[in-house]
């Protein structure tokens, strides 16, 4: 039988997509208009200045891409990796992993620096590899390592690249809204984030940014990008005011107008407040899961506020414990991927889900739910 | 001075998008649930079924690209060109002008056969080529080319493609609900399309379908896929149950809820009612242009119901009427691309723009524009 779909109401809590305020989703069902219409471009205009503020940063060129994150990561590396180039990838999770595809699908070469997952990249493994790849173009890491909850120092890695003359390229998807990002004050050449995490825009949207030093590697490359879709210097004539707004593709209008809503309430809070926000409700959920004798995986100094992994005590059933809070508390939170599946969740407290009523239901939801589990394993 | 968007009531009858219904705005707007919620998986087995239905097809691999038409076309390329693979490109218009660039930047060599804009495909000169290249592995051609309302002979230049072991990559994005897309009884192996045309789903979807021929090539490529993002077996394991819906990408949970009302609605209207209200639609329209003494570029035979390319009036400035339109009436007609620029308009009527009261608003404000226009030139 056909008919209109009505969705559970969760409590979203996994690692995204998060909660989205009624306003945000409001904006999304406002009547659509067209892509090149004048007031489009008003809201085009300022979209690019709200996401320059939430990317601390000048960059002309930040906008956000008609696709989720997994093709922002893809821009940075079409458009800034040509054929041979050496790329120092760092790999401490599953999106680090991604990157390193992406390098050698666009033809260059990944020179890894592994770290292991739930720890933050090294940067004395960085430099050792740059000491060893004096010719890498270019190093690129994860912020937030969204499978494991680990903070990379993002500032340090982006120095050791720049004193060597590479650029860097960060995937900030998880990071971005929500722990300090400072994009013009660290040096980083390329980044990208997504609409649905510590946003809470609707998913779908990838916002990029990208520095004058990447649009001249850009503009100097000796081959052509290996997506249309994907093309910086085509998208930049859609986006660039200066580049006369010509037509690229059709601009996903209300998706943009929720991206808008997002960033507008980002806006009124303010963004440290929005950091301060993320941190406070991390907070109230360690001393809750201590309090139920849970461990988190990562150490207290490179952890993530806003994407807890927490270890799954022995001879809990990993999915049986999910299964149950979706069912009977309608919560969502995530399982681990690759290595870490069956060993942790990931407890997401991003954007609209970082609130403190949001917490205390998922404590109490897991105390609930676990009690029982380790009742029957004792 | 940041605050929320409210954007201008338009009527949009220009190339897309167009209008979209209340009840498909409201369903984007719905609170957003995971995208690996059981839930959701139980919506996207129903877009699927809806998208055949649609497509008129059988093929499980049918499902929308989480991105715009232009991904689903660079899908349909990366995945089935391989470098140095022979590819006959039909080009009448700016899509196919596309295609070509796909081809290319897929590494493969685009044969192209031109002809004018304005015109279909000429099935002739693609039996030629066929001839000429025995060894081409691919024809791609548009079915219904935007950017000038010319509607191709798909199952003859199909058939011509199968009768040389040569795949077929159509270009659906106009045609999808408008007119007649038979994509099994015509043999269509590869068909992309958009969420926002004669679907009026919300813009920033590409629904795709794959037939097995097409997957087998896939399956048997020497060298992998050069897009992460668009590599089909990746977004199979996702979209395919049987794949056990592996995390790819989060998937815009928000934009397939509208896409899943728009097709719901399709559906209950039935397919071919929905072709027959475009192809009345364009005949109230194409008798009241008459009557203000305007003419369409493309001979009948060959004309899109849902796209009329109008042929601007000599002495009449192009850009002057489409703003008065937009001011004065709050309706969004096209503007020509390419060498089309400044010689025609485009009414498009597409999916919700496709009814008598928006066909004669729109004459009317033609009218009473172009009224005065032609007085002053006279």
């Not at 990317?55 to 940075?76: I, K, Y």
């Not at 493994?125 to 937030?144: K, M, S, T, W, Y």
């Not at 303010?270 to 907070?283: F, I, K, V």
Request: glycine share 10%; with cysteine.
């Amino acid at each position: 039988m056909v008919q209109s779909f009505t969705p559970p109401r969760r409590r979203l809590m996994g690692p995204g997509p998060t909660m989205v305020h009624p306003r945000v989703l409001e904006a999304s069902s406002r009547p659509t208009i067209g892509h090149l219409d004048p007031a489009f471009a008003g809201l085009m205009d300022e979209v690019k200045f709200l996401l320059k503020y939430a990317f601390r940063t000048q960059n002309a060129l930040t906008l956000p891409v008609s696709a989720p994150g997994s093709a922002g990561m893809e821009m940075c590396f079409v458009n800034l990796v040509e054929p041979e180039d050496k790329v120092i990838v760092c790999v401490n999770g599953v999106f680090g992993g991604r990157m390193k595809a992406n390098v050698e699908r666009a033809g260059g070469t990944a020179v890894v620096v592994e770290s292991p997952w739930g720890t933050p990249v090294d940067p004395a493994a960085v430099e050792q590899a740059l000491d060893r790849h004096p010719d890498a173009r270019i190093v690129a890491f994860v912020h937030a390592e969204t499978s494991t909850g680990a903070l990379s120092d993002a500032k340090s890695i982006a120095a050791l690249a720049r004193g060597r003359g590479a650029l860097v390229i960060v995937d900030a998807v998880t990071s971005l809204g929500g722990v300090p990002l400072l994009v013009d004050e660290w040096g980083l050449d390329a980044v990208y984030s997504g609409s649905q995490k510590c946003l809470s825009g609707m998913p779908g949207l990838s916002p990029v940014t990208f520095g004058e030093a990447a649009l001249e590697r850009v503009r100097a490359r000796r081959t052509p990008v290996n997506s249309w879709f994907l093309d910086l210097t085509l998208v930049m004539g859609y986006w660039d005011a200066e580049g006369g707004r010509s037509y690229h593709h059709t601009a996903p209008v209300n998706a943009i107008y929720a991206l808008h809503e997002a960033l507008v309430m980002l806006h009124e809070e303010g963004l440290e407040n929005a950091w301060q926000r993320h941190r406070d409700a991390h907070d109230r959920l360690v001393a809750g899961l201590d309090a139920l004798g849970l461990e988190l995986l990562v150490e207290e100094a490179a952890r993530l506020p806003q994407l807890n992994a927490v270890k799954i005590p022995q001879g809990v059933d990993d999915a049986a414990v999910r299964r149950d809070l979706l069912q009977r508390f309608d919560l969502e939170i995530g399982p681990g991927l690759g290595d870490l599946a069956g060993k942790i969740w990931r407890i997401g407290l991003m954007g609209e889900s970082a609130r403190p009523e949001n917490v205390d239901y998922c404590l109490d939801a897991l105390k609930t739910v676990l009690g029982g589990r380790l009742n029957c394993a004792a």
